[in-house]
């Protein structure tokens, strides 16, 4: 039996309001299907941030998890840079 993979996302926190929880856009290219043009796509997902280690502007790795709420299905995986504060 192949072993299930596990999705992993890449994108910036955009909210870091709620306790414990992060909402994060994934930012995407794709082509067009009919006019070959490139187009960008955002998604927003809500993923839980144990320790509230994430902050607004972090690029963030997030993986998928069991549901933990209505709409919580991610979780954090690591922070892969700080947002800079000036």
Known sequence: MPEKQIKELVGYVTSDKMDK???VTIKNRV??????KVINKTK???????KNEAKLGDKV???ECRPMS??????????LSTANKA
């Not at 082509?31 to 070959?36: R, T």
């Not at 209505?70 to 922070?79: A, D, G, P, Q, V």
């Open 70 to 79: 209505k709409e919580k299905r991610w979780r954090l995986y690591s922070i």
């Open 44 to 50: 927003k997902v809500k993923a839980h941030d144990e």
């Open 21 to 23: 929880t992060i909402c």
């Open 61 to 63: 790795k997030v993986v």
């Open 31 to 36: 082509l067009h299907p009919v006019y070959g």
